[in-house]
């Protein structure tokens, strides 16, 4: 995990989301400063980039580095 912070900007990347293959699901607020983009394969986070809050990077971390299925099971 990379985590960034330039200029007021706080930015943190799992694995390498560009080029991942997954299903890619994406959220942007302008409003607030936050994107994010989540890739996800055989319902597990494989690679993610956060931008702007990262209140929820503890947990996706997580969620990565022990391969948990995401959603029930």
């Known amino acids: 995990m990379a985590r960034l912070r330039a200029t007021g900007l706080d930015v943190a990347v799992l694995g390498?989301?560009?080029h991942e293959p997954?299903?890619?699901v994406?959220?942007?607020n302008p409003v607030v400063g936050r994107h994010a983009?989540?890739?996800?394969r055989e319902g597990r986070l494989v690679a993610a980039t956060l931008v702007g809050d990262l209140s929820?990077?503890?947990?996706?971390?997580?969620l990565y580095d022990?391969?948990?299925v995401l959603g029930p099971h």
């Open 66 to 68: 022990h391969g948990t």
């Open 37 to 40: 983009r989540l890739v996800v």
């Open 16 to 18: 390498d989301p560009e």
């Open 56 to 62: 929820q990077v503890g947990t996706l971390t997580r």
């Open 22 to 24: 997954g299903q890619v």
């Open 26 to 28: 994406e959220m942007t």
